[in-house]
């Protein structure tokens, strides 16, 4: 006899589910056995995802919110509370992001990327946290990146949102400590195949892609419903996100900057592509998927990625030297 698993019959509320690790997390969820409320900006994409939870037996409901909306988060948040009877879990997942040169990428596109990134996080919290306390039970997932750990040059205020959801974060649990039923926990993806750097504001004037090696968001997705019902309090998802973190703490402005060059050496080879805020201020109307196709790129796509992690290895050797000279 198969037995039920631990999140079956749960209510899970995701932000930022019409797409990459959110898509993924819904469906995974659902596989679960769990009830989902789905977020985001965009309903043809919810309704889409929605379908596809309720094709895994269980319940869906779609919810259009705007994560930097307070209000909305509330509402949110009130839906499932009335729809399910309560919260058992809540996923902080929308992100966006502006990709450029600190001054010439609009100001209120750096404003958008923090009320996204930072303040959604922070909405998402406020809106369900008060549900917890008052349950005395709740997980709070929290989706971060190696950006959290080693900023990326050209992605200013998308490096300052993953920074401070750390403290976020970190500032929570020593608050949350005193209700042992309440975990918050935060996921550090490595690099993913998603369609997010394809969605987000590129105000270089040159086609972007992401530096590999890439990860299949769903296994972060896997990871989120692991931490549902076994929490911990972080969880690292690709060996290239250690490798980062690792990387960066031993020569962080070794690594910026070698990192700062390389970019720069490739944008001067990629191909050129107008402006656009993507879907900082409006939902994209490119298909919603959970993958952005990239992992078939070729060697000489991927100039960016083997100078980051050259330099990531020569900081970890540099460092090692000078240690074992000094012992």
């Known amino acids: 006899m198969k037995h039920a698993h631990p999140l079956s019959q749960k209510t899970v509320v995701i932000t930022g589910a019409s797409s990459g690790v959110g898509r993924a997390a819904a469906l995974a969820f659902a596989e679960a056995g769990a009830h989902v ?31 930097g909306d307070p209000q909305a988060m509330k509402t949110l948040a009130a839906q499932a509370i009335e729809r399910f009877g309560g919260i058992d879990v809540w996923v902080n997942n929308a992100g966006v992001g502006a990709v450029g040169d600190f001054t010439d990428t609009p100001i209120a596109a ?26 005395r039970a709740g997980v709070l997932i929290n989706t971060l990146s190696i950006g959290s750990w080693a900023p990326a040059p050209y992605s200013a205020a ?29 996921v550090f993806p490595a690099m993913l195949d998603t369609p997010g750097l394809s969605h987000a504001g590129n105000y270089t004037g040159r086609e972007i892609k992401p530096a590999g090696p890439l990860a299949d968001p769903r296994r972060v997705a896997r990871a989120m419903v692991r931490l549902a019902w076994q929490p911990r309090d972080s969880v690292t998802v690709g060996a290239a996100a250690s490798a980062v973190k690792w990387g960066h703490g031993l020569a962080p402005n070794l690594v910026s900057s070698l990192m700062a060059r390389s970019i720069r050496a490739y944008w001067r080879k990629a191909v050129p592509v107008r402006k656009t805020a993507g879907n900082l201020f409006e939902p994209s109307s490119a298909p919603a998927s959970i993958d952005g196709r990239y992992r078939g790129l070729q060697a000489r796509d991927v100039v960016l990625p083997v100078a980051a992690g050259l330099a990531l290895l020569g900081a970890g050797w540099w460092a090692m030297s000078r240690k074992r000279q000094g012992g």
Do not use: M, W
Request: charged letters at 25%; proline letters at 1%.
């Open 37 to 67: 409320v789905l977020a985001a900006r965009r309903q043809d994409a919810l309704d889409d995802v929605a379908r596809q939870c309720r094709a895994l037996g269980v319940e869906a409901d779609v919810v259009l919110t705007d994560v």
């Open 158 to 186: 998308y490096s300052a949102s993953k920074f401070g959801l750390v403290g976020f974060s970190q500032s929570l649990r020593g608050e949350l400590s005193q209700h042992e039923g309440i975990h918050v926990c935060d």
């Open 110 to 135: 750096h404003e958008r990327v923090i009320r996204t990134n930072l303040l959604g996080y922070i909405n998402g919290a406020y809106a369900v946290l008060p549900h917890f306390k008052e349950r």
